[in-house]
């Protein structure tokens, strides 16, 4: 069974790829971080990669359902360039700003191979059982 083949797994491996290279960019910021003239740089984010994709709605198929309250736009952070400061020589890495992005990206990683090891797991049981 081929996995690259299935949506989610596509999406993952998408999702890991993005991840890493944020990775990267926010380690060569912090190496940098005294470097005159350095501007920190950072990857758009992901929802820029899932655009054009339509989310997955919910259907009510009785109207004893309860409706969902949820809404399907995915949030954005904007405009959070403007709160750090850059330093005399014209640095504006910011380790605190990094170590941040850093910690987010870590989660997110670790979400991710959660979420594909457990799907892997579920598509095992199902081959088994089937």
């Known amino acids: 069974?081929?996995?690259s083949k299935i949506g989610f797994f596509q999406l993952a491996g998408t999702r890991l790829d993005?991840?890493?290279?944020?990775?990267?960019?926010?380690a060569e910021n912090v190496v940098n971080a005294n470097t005159p003239d350095y501007q920190a740089r950072d990857l758009k984010s992901f929802d820029s990669v899932m655009e054009g994709i339509r989310p997955?709605?919910?259907?009510?198929t009785s109207a004893l359902h309860l409706a969902s309250t949820r809404t399907t736009?995915?949030?954005?952070?904007?405009?959070?360039?403007?709160?750090?400061?850059?330093?005399?020589?014209?640095?504006?890495?910011?380790?605190?700003?990094?170590?941040i992005k850093g910690s987010e990206t870590r989660d997110a990683f670790a979400l991710t191979t959660?979420?594909?090891?457990?799907?892997?797991?579920?598509?095992?049981m199902a081959w088994r059982n089937g």
């Open 1 to 3: 069974m081929d996995l």
């Open 18 to 26: 993005y991840l890493a290279q944020r990775q990267k960019l926010i």
């Open 56 to 60: 997955v709605e919910t259907a009510r």
């Open 73 to 99: 736009t995915p949030y954005r952070e904007e405009g959070k360039a403007g709160l750090w400061e850059s330093t005399p020589s014209g640095n504006a890495v910011s380790l605190e700003q990094e170590m």
């Open 114 to 124: 959660s979420l594909f090891q457990r799907n892997v797991q579920m598509l095992r």
